[in-house]
């Protein structure tokens, strides 16, 4: 295999790394000297007050889904801590692990959140034992994930899950009238450029159902991105996957 092979190999493995530091780097540019400020806009959030309130949102999503106090939890995709400190700004006790992609955003969750674990991890595997973790949660993260990706955290998300335990995602998907917007926005990027900037990529509830039956979960339950009736509204759809007991 030729180096240009090898260093192609590489970099499709690890697109979401290239693509995340890109977008740190555009951010620290546009905040220079406020590292805070600039990880908030890398993950999404429009600012701080922005990043609270979506953190304190995420927070009522685990709540509503069973959440309670001595639980082991982990957050894929942890970003710079925005789960992490809204769950330590409630006052949440438990074990907590977050993990990343991106070091200077787990240096973060790990300056703000001292009390919880936080890693670097990049093997699309969740780092945790077999069967410990109550729940596992991901935010914006298979949005920016090509299927097969999905499907292995989601194989191994089974493996680290006890019996009982829960997935909770989120993602776009087509039929929703504000994800497609997504789509098509890329869509003028990809007519006029050639290409749009980091991947976001869209699911199907069929391509999930399909998963849960294929990887052991228990029939999955969805939320619409515009459902307000357990919780605020999350824009992104939710998918919830059991481990039978
Ligand atoms: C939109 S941000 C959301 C961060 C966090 N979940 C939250 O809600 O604040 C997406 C996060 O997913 C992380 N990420 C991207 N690809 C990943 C992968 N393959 N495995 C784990 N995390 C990934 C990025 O580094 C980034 O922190």
Known sequence: MSLIQKLLIRANRWHFVHSYNTIIARERKKYPGDLERALIGAIGSSGPEDFARQGDLQVDVLR????????????????????????????????????????????????????????????????????????????????????????????????ALKPGGKVIFSFLEFEDPGHHQVFHTRTANFAAKGWSSVLDSFLHRDWIRLWARELGFAEPAFTDGTDARDHGAFWQSLAVLGKPR
């Open 64 to 159: 509503h889904h069973g959440l309670t106090d001595g639980m082991a939890i982990y957050d894929l995709g942890c970003g710079c801590g925005r789960t992490a400190m809204a769950l330590q700004r409630a006052g949440w006790q438990g074990d907590y692990t977050g993990a990343d992609i991106v070091a200077p955003l787990v240096a973060h969750v790990k300056a703000r959140c001292p009390d919880y674990r936080a890693l670097v991890h990049r093997d699309l595997t969740i780092a945790a034992p077999d069967g410990t973790q109550d729940i596992v949660f991901l935010w914006s993260v298979f949005t920016h994930l090509y299927p097969e990706e999905c499907y292995l955290y989601l194989r191994d998300m089974h493996r």
